[in-house]
């Protein structure tokens, strides 16, 4: 069973870069037709898809996030990264990692990290 655990700082200053990883154990990152994607939840608001690599190490994102995400992956570590430039408080949320036969899945399909808070805060 797949199981899948964020891990990065708390809290970030605005204008910095935030960096994220998620932790893949009991499969394999580059296993064929997965996508594995970050999600963010604010306060209040509904899941935000940000972005995905796919197994064959192919990347989308979302096109309003488009312009300040990276998504990467190490496969000798099987993780994945998020990196979110020029960060404001907007961005404060709970920040997912999950694995899924499609991007953009929903909070019941495929696998999910537990989340990690993210707060921007000067």
């Known amino acids: 069973q797949v199981q899948l655990q964020e891990s990065g700082p708390g809290l970030v200053k605005p204008s910095q870069t935030l960096s994220l990883t998620c932790t893949v154990s009991g499969g394999s990152i580059t296993t064929n037709y997965y996508f594995w994607s970050w999600i963010r939840q604010p306060p209040g608001k509904g899941l935000e898809w940000m972005g995905a690599i796919a197994s064959s190490g192919s990347t989308y994102y979302s096109p309003s996030l488009k312009s300040r995400t990276s998504i990467s992956r190490d496969t000798s570590k099987n993780q994945f990264t998020l990196q979110l430039s020029s960060v404001t408080p907007e961005d404060t949320a709970v920040y997912y990692c999950?694995?899924?036969?499609?991007?953009?899945?929903?909070?019941?399909?495929?696998?999910w990290g537990q989340g990690t808070q993210v707060t921007v805060c000067a």
């Open positions: 999950a694995r899924a036969e499609r991007l953009r899945p929903a909070r019941s399909e495929g696998s």
